[in-house]
């Protein structure tokens, strides 16, 4: 069972980083900042997504014993985390899609950017 976001991350975003227009990023609020902290909060947002995600998959397979000094390596719960460790890094994907206008976002009165 795939989530929205996994099948995001595999198609459409980049997994290196590539460089943003300042002009474009500050465009999409009128202030450079603001853009950052929107960009910023949805990026907090999708790692914790992604984290809670991954706990719940190596539950999955995760082998429970007695013993501290036994260690099973479980192939299914390598595997996992290296697919996990390959998505791209939550600011990029948060990047994105505030550059593809899909972050909603709206500002209170009692915001600093006001």
Same mark, same amino acid.
């Given at each position: 069972?795939?989530?929205?976001?996994?099948?995001?991350?595999?198609?459409?975003? !980049?997994?290196?980083? /590539?460089?943003?227009?300042?002009?474009?990023?500050? *465009?999409?609020? *009128? =202030?450079?900042?603001? @853009?950052?902290?929107?960009?910023?909060?949805? !990026?907090?947002?999708? =790692?914790?997504?992604?984290?809670?995600?991954?706990?719940?998959?190596?539950?999955?397979? !995760?082998?429970?014993?007695?013993?501290?000094?036994?260690?099973? /390596? =479980?192939? /299914?719960?390598?595997?996992?985390?290296? !697919?996990?460790?390959?998505?791209?890094?939550?600011?990029?994907?948060?990047?994105? /899609?505030?550059?593809? =206008?899909?972050?909603?976002?709206?500002?209170?009165?009692?915001?600093?950017? @006001?």
């Amino acid at each position: 069972k795939m989530s929205k976001l996994r099948r995001q991350l595999n198609t459409t975003t !980049a997994s290196v980083v /590539e460089t943003k227009s300042l002009v474009d990023i500050k *465009g999409r609020t *009128g =202030n450079l900042y603001e @853009s950052i902290a929107i960009v910023a909060k949805r !990026a907090n947002q999708i =790692n914790i997504t992604l984290k809670e995600e991954l706990h719940n998959k190596l539950e999955e397979f !995760a082998t429970h014993t007695d013993s501290l000094e036994e260690v099973h /390596e =479980n192939k /299914e719960q390598i595997e996992i985390s290296k !697919a996990y460790e390959k998505m791209p890094n939550p600011a990029i994907l948060a990047t994105q /899609e505030f550059m593809d =206008n899909k972050i909603y976002y709206r500002k209170n009165d009692t915001d600093l950017f @006001s």
